[in-house]
């Protein structure tokens, strides 16, 4: 006799971790909008697709850089919340080794250059953002590579805020 199971974390970490098609993807996100038991697990997964943050097929890859960067505003606004001479120290904690994060202290490091704002803020930001990438663990969950390149990303957005100051 078959007997139904609901998603557990574990069991979700293996289904994502396996080679899926689009097609299962779509039928685990169906799964988790009309199984209020699976979706206090993976209810993520659905928002994510949901506003296109992942897309069928996607990989454990896929969802932790779209939670990452789901994430970033909420650790950006901790982050500004700080007193900018304390920001540095602040990133010792470890919920700012965030991709998301490092993402968003560039993007919002290259605003300020684009708009000519305060281009030592600009700079402040986009060093954030370098010792972030850089203090991201290797394989956590990105390989080295990935890491590597999140790192020179930081690095162009400082290398063009100081241009400008």
């Given at each position: ?11 979700l970490r293996e289904l994502l971790a ?56 909420a650790l950006w606004a901790e982050l ?63 390989e080295e590579g990935w890491r590597v ?17």
């Amino acid at each position: 006799m078959f007997a139904a199971a609901h998603l557990t974390r574990d069991s979700l970490r293996e289904l994502l971790a396996e080679e899926r098609s689009p097609a299962a993807d779509r039928l685990l996100l169906h799964l988790l909008a009309i199984c209020p038991e699976c979706r206090e697990v993976g209810g993520d997964l659905l928002e994510l697709a949901e506003r296109g943050a992942i897309r069928a097929p996607f990989g454990p890859v896929d969802v932790e850089l779209a939670r990452s960067r789901a994430q970033a505003p909420a650790l950006w606004a901790e982050l500004l919340a700080l007193p900018a001479s304390e920001r540095r120290r602040g990133l010792r904690d470890r919920c700012f080794l965030s991709w998301g994060l490092a993402e968003r202290l560039a993007e919002e490091s290259a605003a300020r250059v684009a708009t000519e704002e305060d281009a030592r803020e600009a700079t402040d930001l986009a060093k954030l953002a370098v010792t972030i990438a850089r203090r991201i663990p290797p394989d956590d969950p990105f390989e080295e590579g990935w890491r590597v390149q999140l790192e020179a990303l930081a690095v162009a957005h400082l290398a063009a805020a100081r241009l400008r100051f």
